[in-house]
């Protein structure tokens, strides 16, 4: 954290939107967050990067960026709600990258001894969203899941928790090279593109979006559901006449923007790490001084899994 004079507010350190630096983005200064009675302060340790971070151009200049955090609680709820001081946690939160976050109790866990922060900064967005697509898709056991994209950060861990949900997991990617490691994960079958599935699936996890997308929805089965998570491709999905049009039960093409109240997921999701039934696959470490090489890495598709920076040295902590 950063003082200033006395008689001036505090402010911490931050990586913001600025479209004028190398990837949009620039370490600078933030007031110091003020906590509502229901929220706790973090000092934060680890930040995870996804996606969605990438698009600074449609961020106003300043906005602090990120959304998923470890670190440690600084400071009690008002209210008497949550973790007390001292506290390791995850988090899920608008902001989350910077030095002090200020979250409410209902979107954050403690983070068990056996895990490390730095995994459990990995897990609040590809987390939340791979176990509520799954679970919005229905039971698992004995049914076959699709997950295509499924090298990535949310890929990676809907392949492990639908295998422990007992589903037969079918995991596409890019390439050959961005399978490795996924059948070691749980997946029962390892394709690249759609090409190779010859046998129709109940529940397909999409991350790709475009013509994939549409593909997929074709390998449903009456009465399966796909889960529209991610769009990768950045191309159009373009349905024929009648493709959506099939005898039997109805398919479903659903949405996912379900990221409220997660604190009880998120509790799921780190137990999961503290038992040793999940990993958290980072990809990527670093300094959040390297947040550009981060980025760079992530978009040009050469992580697998999750990048994670680390905010706070194991010398502060």
């Known amino acids: 954290m950063t003082d200033v004079r006395e008689g001036e507010a505090m402010s911490v350190h931050a990586l913001v939107v600025d479209q004028d630096a190398p990837g949009g983005i620039r370490m600078g200064e933030v007031a110091d967050p003020q906590p509502q009675p229901h929220q706790v302060l973090i000092d934060v340790h680890h930040v995870a990067v996804n996606h969605g971070d990438l698009r600074t151009d449609v961020r106003p200049p300043g906005t602090v960026l990120g959304c998923d955090a470890s670190g440690m609680v600084a400071q009690a709820a008002a209210d008497g709600s949550g973790p007390a001081v001292g506290t390791r946690v995850v988090a899920f939160a608008a902001g989350a990258w910077a030095q002090r976050l200020a979250v409410s109790v209902d979107d954050l866990a403690e983070v068990p001894a056996s895990v490390d922060l730095a995994d459990a900064a990995a897990v609040p967005l590809a987390g939340i969203t791979a176990l509520r697509t799954l679970r919005a898709g229905g039971p698992l056991l004995g049914r076959r899941v699709l997950i295509t994209g499924a090298s990535g950060g949310v890929g990676r861990v809907a392949v492990q928790l639908a295998a422990l949900g007992g589903a037969h997991v079918v995991a596409s990617v890019g390439s050959a090279a961005r399978g490795e490691g996924l059948a070691k994960l749980g997946a029962h079958e390892v394709v690249v593109g759609l090409d190779d599935v010859d046998q129709p699936v109940d529940l397909v996890l999409d991350n790709v979006g475009g013509s994939q997308l549409v593909a997929a929805w074709n390998l449903l089965t009456p009465g399966g559901s796909l889960q529209s998570i991610g769009w990768a491709s ?84």
Not at 237 to 242: E, I, R, S, T, W
Not at 278 to 302: D, F, H, I, K, N
Request: proline letters at 5%.
């Open 234 to 317: 950045g191309e159009p999905a373009v349905f024929p006449p009648y493709s959506t049009f099939a005898l039997g039960s109805a398919k479903t093409l659903s949405s996912f923007g379900d990221a409220a109240n997660v604190g009880a997921d998120l509790a799921i999701l780190v137990g999961l790490l503290g038992d040793g039934k999940l990993v958290a696959e980072v990809g990527w470490r670093g300094p959040w001084g390297r947040v550009t090489e981060a980025t760079a890495a992530l978009s040009g598709r050469r992580v697998a899994g999750k990048a994670v920076l680390d905010v706070k040295s194991h010398e502060d902590s």
